[in-house]
């Protein structure tokens, strides 16, 4: 058995439970900055995909005799 007393024991517990906590607290700071980076990148291409998009459809409006064809399914590509 132990040589500590309850109050030694509890005292190791406790300052155990507090460097845990410590460490959950820098993850958890690590993983909201990811979420943040991750966030500003989705948003960075959603724009991107939009502009796009937009230029798609301009040009398809460009073209003669395509406003009232229906659109042609994607085809698979390798």
Do not use: C, F, W, Y
């Amino acid at each position: 058995m132990s040589n500590q007393t309850p109050i030694d024991q509890l005292t190791e517990r406790v300052e155990r439970l507090l460097l845990r906590h410590e460490e959950l607290q820098r993850t958890n700071q690590l993983l909201m900055e990811q979420v943040q980076a991750l966030s500003a990148e989705r948003d960075s291409l959603k724009s991107r995909l939009h502009a796009a998009r937009a230029r798609v459809d301009a040009l398809l409006d460009r073209l003669p005799g395509q406003h009232n064809a229906a659109p042609e399914a994607p085809q698979d590509r390798p």
